[in-house]
T-cell receptor, first 111, second 115 residues
């Protein structure tokens, strides 16, 4: 069953603005990962944050993890039209290597 | 980076027929492969996990006799949808992980349409 919940479900912003997506989960995790999916395509791995990490950066991406609140956020700075996609969080539970995906956030960046 | 391919990228079949989807790791040995299903505008749902040379572990609610998974080598896993029905129409995505079990590498997906 899916344990990840993401909000917002859909987000529409203007190019140049920042986009923030949130993810909550319920169980103990080894790590949390963020993926991007363009319409009808496969997933692209963006970033992985381990359970003992609180913040991680990769280019225009910033991910935070709060294990006490069982939540994570993905911030995309200076967004571009090409960032338009669905973004999913996925948790790897301590019980094994399987990933559980959140419901996803559909991001639209308007030029 | 690690590359995973799927074949075919899309397939249309008639109700009652069987369809085989291949998932290959092109430049690494995949000790574990995962099969997901994604319905339109929904998230990925894990169907099963397969380790090379052993039987797949299916998630609750997934019929193992309908979705046959074979992981015969460290670079190839296949998913066969048997006696397909229109409700099996979906986007099927595989992923593979190697020695670094924390990261899964995803294939581009296979769009199955059952008429």
């Amino acid at each position: 069953s899916q344990q990840g919940e993401e909000d917002p479900q859909a987000l529409s912003i203007q190019e140049g603005e920042n986009a923030t997506m949130n993810c909550s989960y319920k169980t103990s995790i080894n790590n949390l990962q963020w993926y991007r999916q363009n319409s009808g395509r496969g997933l692209v791995h963006l970033i992985l944050i381990r359970s003992n990490e609180r913040e991680k950066h990769s280019g225009r991406l910033r991910v935070t993890l709060d294990t006490s609140k069982k939540s994570s956020s993905l911030l995309i700075t200076a967004s571009r039209a090409a960032d338009t996609a669905s973004y999913f969080c996925a948790t790897e539970e301590t019980s094994g290597s399987r990933l559980t995906f959140g419901e996803g956030t559909q991001l639209t960046v308007n030029p | 980076g690690a590359v995973v391919s799927q074949h075919p990228s899309w397939v249309i079949c008639k109700s009652g027929t069987s369809v085989k989807i291949e998932c290959r790791s092109l430049d690494f040995q995949a000790t574990t492969m995962f099969w997901y299903r994604q319905f339109p505008k929904q998230s990925l749902m894990l169907m099963a996990t397969s380790n090379e040379g052993s039987k797949a572990t299916y998630e609750q609610g997934v019929e193992k006799d309908k979705f046959l998974i074979n992981h015969a080598s460290l670079t190839l896993s296949t998913l066969t949808v048997t006696s397909a029905h229109p409700e099996d129409s979906s986007f099927y995505i595989c992923s593979a992980s190697g020695s670094s079990r924390h990261e899964q590498y995803f294939g581009p997906g296979t769009r199955l349409t059952v008429t």
